[in-house]
């Protein structure tokens, strides 16, 4: 998908040098939650949310079904949602450094130290 495909109002919350087709760099903003807009990215394969202070993630980010690679790594997790297991081509999920108890053992792969 690109960016001026995205709607106006979603478009104000992801800036274009972080969007680049399949890939969204949100690492490093001091994010407290992932922006509504992001779970609207259908054709996003990998998406980078390392390094921000992310307690939750949404439930609707299973509607990035064509999520490859999921990093999470350095944020305030304290669980993962279950709708995390609907993302079928999953491959990598990457989530060290939070505060998880446990995952959710539907999940596909998880790197995690």
Partial sequence: MKMENISAERRK?????????????????????????????KDLEKLHLYRNNLTELPTSINKLKNLTCLDLDENQLTYLPDSIGDLKELSVLSVNNNQLSAVPTHTVSVYSS
Avoid: F, M, N
Avoid at 16 to 35: A, H, I, M, N
């Fill in 13 to 41: 919350y992801i800036r274009k040098e972080w969007y680049e087709g399949t890939v969204l760099d949100l690492s490093d903003r001091q994010l407290s939650k992932v922006p509504e807009a992001v779970t609207g990215l």
